[in-house]
């Protein structure tokens, strides 16, 4: 869970915050968890990257780049398709992601592994923003789908 809030945060004492945050409002809102619609960590995971999400841009906590972040920010595809090939050969959602055309395949890795905003992927894939969420939106759509 840190690691998730780290990458979109990029800060390790923030990403701790967030984490503790997160787990206090999944306690408080436990009975909110619908199994119906997905996994309790995929529930978990979302908490904690929208509220890390939050923060970002709510920027008050944020701090200036360093030097070894930019670096991480250069190998940013390599972690992606790291993500990518370290999903078993046989898995379900392996199979539905490479069902998927490699940009919006790219634009849903980039958002839950990289913790990249729309207008962040918009960017990097030097798409409009509408075009990005469109992208994600019907993917997931389509993730869905194939793994029903």
């Known amino acids: 869970m840190i690691s998730v809030a780290q990458r979109i945060v990029r800060r390790r004492e923030l990403a701790e915050e967030i984490v503790q945050e997160s787990f206090i409002q999944i ?3 436990a009975a909110t968890y619908e199994a119906s619609r997905g996994s309790a960590l995929s529930w978990i995971f979302t908490i904690v990257r929208n509220r890390a999400l939050n923060v970002v841009r709510d920027g008050r906590r944020l ?3 360093e030097d070894d972040t930019l670096d991480m920010l250069r190998d940013r595809d390599a972690v992606i398709d790291d993500a990518f090939e370290r999903l078993d050969e046989d898995s379900r959602l392996r199979r539905c992601l490479e069902g998927l055309e490699s940009e919006r395949r790219k634009g849903v890795l980039l958002a839950y ?3 990249y905003s729309h207008g962040e992927i918009a960017g990097i894939l030097g798409v409009p923003l509408g075009t990005a969420k469109s992208w994600i939106r ?3 759509a389509a993730l869905k789908e194939c793994m029903a």
């Open 138 to 140: 019907r993917a997931l």
């Open 63 to 65: 701090d200036l780049v």
């Open 113 to 115: 592994v990289g913790g």
């Open 27 to 29: 306690w408080q809102h």
